[in-house]
């Protein structure tokens, strides 16, 4: 916050005063204040994310050769790294605010709509601006995320098809990614955050499970002995801290960028915070992601439903409490599962996600196919391909051979 007298001189103007107005003592602690950090996360996100557009070319050709010069450009690889980091940070302080929302009972009423818009910035920040960011890096994981979106949605039919570049004259999926990321989810995120925090400001927090007024939709206005532009103060310093330490980290270890991307299919696992689906997606294949997904925001959603009490009391939310530690544990054992067991293959449409040439698919390709049977054991119809990593600078293929010809169609 600015000095005291500074914000004095400027109260004409600007009506700073107003921000000093009444909230509980408790917001100022770390995890009330993880919805804060939050925000300026997303905020250092846009700022890093505006000067690393001056630097990256979306152009599916040179995508990927933008990203190796970035590399070799000590100042801009810093500023990847640090968009990098910062969204990894991000998404942890995101998962540990639904946490601290869930276990205090603060999606009780009256606060089930700011609950709802909650899963929908999860959703968002997820499935959309997480997911795009790893495409855009255009190196083998970006075009394996991009050949399983385009999969995805060809599940979906003809409205899902419209959505790739399936159809004739339809522009490259690395300029759509590209648009989504820097344009459509911001400005989809910035409309959520609007309405979520208009909410928060006009329900206040929540009482604690341990407040005598638990049971109460709002805290009574004679407990409110802190002050908003106190809670700001702390976020400030909790976010340098935090988000200081990944600068520092972002420092030593730089954002990760893999080998080129390869006509065939490789076997690759997916970014950590998508992990939990990686078992079912060996099971039924790449439509299990839009499956696992949709079933888990569902049920977030439904939990204002299902615990519809007004009694925020540990003793009183014995079921919820339960069901939710179940779904964590799930969700993180399926994580740690992910991890540990080997990559697989689940595409069975081209790994060329910008090229409307397909390549060669398994069905080309019989011999790779039962070798890769008899190599993994595998039971299912993908064809499955040793993950070979391939340095990123190691390399005389040009990263986009297979797409730089393909959008002459
Ligand atoms: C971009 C993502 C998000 C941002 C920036 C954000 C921001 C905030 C902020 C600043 C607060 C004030 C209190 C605090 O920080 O704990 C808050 C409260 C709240 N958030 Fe979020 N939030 C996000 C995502 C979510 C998610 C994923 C959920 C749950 C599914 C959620 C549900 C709630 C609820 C119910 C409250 C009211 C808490 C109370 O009154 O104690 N939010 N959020």
Do not use: C
């Amino acid at each position: 916050m600015p000095p005291p007298s500074l914000i004095k001189q400027i109260e004409p103007w600007t009506r700073l005063s107003q921000l000093t107005y009444k909230i509980p003592e408790h917001g100022n602690r770390f995890f009330y204040s993880l919805g804060g950090m939050v925000v300026v996360g997303f905020l250092i996100m846009i700022a890093t994310g505006l000067l690393l557009a001056q630097v990256y070319n979306p152009a599916p050709e040179l995508a990927y050769q933008s990203l190796q010069t970035i590399q070799q450009m000590s100042g801009a690889n810093y500023l990847r790294a640090l968009h990098y980091w910062t969204a990894q940070g991000v998404i942890v302080a995101l998962l540990l605010h639904l946490t601290r929302v869930f276990i205090t009972g603060a999606y009780q009423h009256p606060r089930q709509v700011t609950w709802w818009i909650g899963v929908a910035l999860l959703a968002t920040m997820l499935m959309g601006s997480y997911f795009t960011g790893t495409v855009l890096k255009w190196d083998e994981e970006g075009l394996d995320a991009l050949a399983h979106y385009k999969e995805t949605l060809l599940h979906l039919g003809p409205i899902g098809a419209a959505l790739t570049d399936a159809l004739p004259g339809s522009p490259p999926m690395n300029f759509r990614i590209y648009v989504s990321h820097i344009a459509l989810f911001p400005l989809v995120l910035i409309f959520l955050l609007v309405i979520h925090i208009y909410l928060i400001h006009t329900f206040n927090l929540s009482p604690t499970p341990k407040d005598p007024w638990a049971n109460q939709p709002e805290i009574p206005e004679s407990e409110m002995k802190g002050r908003f532009d106190q809670h700001l103060a702390h976020i400030l310093v909790y976010s340098m801290l935090y988000y200081g330490w990944l600068a520092v980290l972002a420092f030593f270890v730089p954002a990760p960028l893999g080998g080129p991307p390869v006509p065939e299919h490789a076997a690759l696992k997916p970014p950590w915070p998508f992990l939990w689906m990686y078992d079912f997606e060996n099971l039924w294949g790449v439509v299990a992601v839009l499956f696992a997904s949709s079933i888990l925001f569902g049920l977030l959603a439904l939990v204002p439903l299902i615990d519809r009490k007004q009694d925020r009391r540990f003793s009183a939310r014995k079921p919820i409490l339960t069901l939710g530690a179940l779904l964590g544990a799930t969700l993180v054992g399926l994580t740690l599962h992910g991890y540990i067991i080997p990559a697989q293959s689940h595409l069975s449409h081209s790994h060329g996600a910008d090229s409307h040439k397909e390549a060669p698919s398994h069905h080309d390709q019989p011999d790779a196919h039962t070798d890769q049977h008899k190599k993994t054991g595998d039971s299912h119809d993908n064809p499955v391909k040793p993950n070979v990593k391939t340095p990123s600078n190691d390399t005389n293929q040009h990263p986009h051979e297979e797409g730089a010809d393909s959008h002459a169609h």
